[in-house]
């Protein structure tokens, strides 16, 4: 009797520490995906990115932009593209973001 609750101890820890390593592996690669996108709207807008910091916050806030302003055109679907489609959304909405920012009156905002 005791062998087969130290099995089944086992294995409720082993599939607790199992989605430990899938939600830190999950967030891993969302940390490189707003990083990747805040560098590519880096690349586009001043030739260079931000560093790594400032590439993750551009990426996340550009994704949420993005996200937004694709659904109003119904091109949501996009998003939905693996990876590469949340890269392109956060590209879009970072770029409009900062183009917005400057159009509203902070010229070197991102500069």
């Known amino acids: 009797m ?9 294995i409720i820890v082993a599939a607790i520490a199992l989605q430990l390593v899938f939600q ?14 805040g560098m590519f709207a880096g690349r586009i807008l001043r030739g260079s990115g931000y560093g790594p910091v400032g590439d993750v916050l551009l990426g996340l806030a550009g994704g949420a932009v993005g996200s937004f302003l694709l659904g109003l055109l119904n091109l949501g ?9 949340n890269i392109i959304v956060g590209v879009i ?16 905002f991102a500069t």
Do not use: Q
């Not at 490189?32 to 996108?37: D, E, G, K």
């Not at 909405?93 to 070197?108: F, Q, Y």
């Open 2 to 10: 005791g062998t087969i609750v130290a099995i089944i101890a086992i």
């Open 24 to 37: 830190v592996g999950g967030l891993l690669i969302a940390l490189v995906m707003w990083m990747l996108a």
């Open 77 to 85: 679907w996009i998003g939905d593209i693996w990876l590469v489609g």
């Open 93 to 108: 909405g970072a770029v409009a973001l900062v183009w917005i920012v400057r159009l509203l009156g902070k010229k070197d």
